[in-house]
């Protein structure tokens, strides 16, 4: 059975806007997701699924705003975005591939949220 988290919301005072500021095929994925995280436009999403970035089975998770282990980390950027700073992710890369340790802080003295990821996909989190 996959565990799974309700991740409290990422409250980031001063965001920038949610609208496209170019044309959508210029947005690399993660930022597409990202962008998709803050407005949760239409259009984005139709861009996010013409692209196959997030498989179909993981949309119902991002709707309702949760986060899976077996997940892809590309459902954390649609659902959570970007970790801002004093967050961000950090990578460690070695034979065993790419992890990831996403932190989602809303100030420096606040407590973070970790997202952790292997190879692309979630793994585990702790609050």
């Known amino acids: 059975m996959r565990a799974w988290i309700v991740m409290a919301a990422v ?6 806007s949610t609208a496209p500021t170019k044309p959508l ?3 690399t994925d993660v930022e ?3 962008l998709y995280s803050r407005g ?10 013409r692209r ?3 498989p ?8 309702a705003g949760v986060v899976h282990i077996g ?5 954390l950027a649609c659902t959570r975005g ?4 004093p967050g961000g992710i950090h990578n460690s890369v070695g034979s065993w591939g790419v992890k990831s340790q996403w932190v989602y802080r809303r100030c420096p003295g606040c407590a973070a949220a970790y997202v952790y990821t292997e190879n692309g996909v979630i793994t585990g989190w702790q609050n």
């Open 40 to 49: 949760k436009d239409a259009e984005v999403r139709q861009e996010v699924k």
């Open 56 to 63: 179909e089975r993981e949309w119902m998770d991002i709707d």
């Open 11 to 16: 409250v980031l005072a001063g965001c920038a």
């Open 32 to 34: 597409l997701c990202d």
């Open 71 to 75: 997940n892809s980390a590309m459902s």
């Open 25 to 27: 095929t210029a947005y």
């Open 82 to 85: 970007l970790p801002s700073h």
């Open 52 to 54: 196959g970035i997030i």
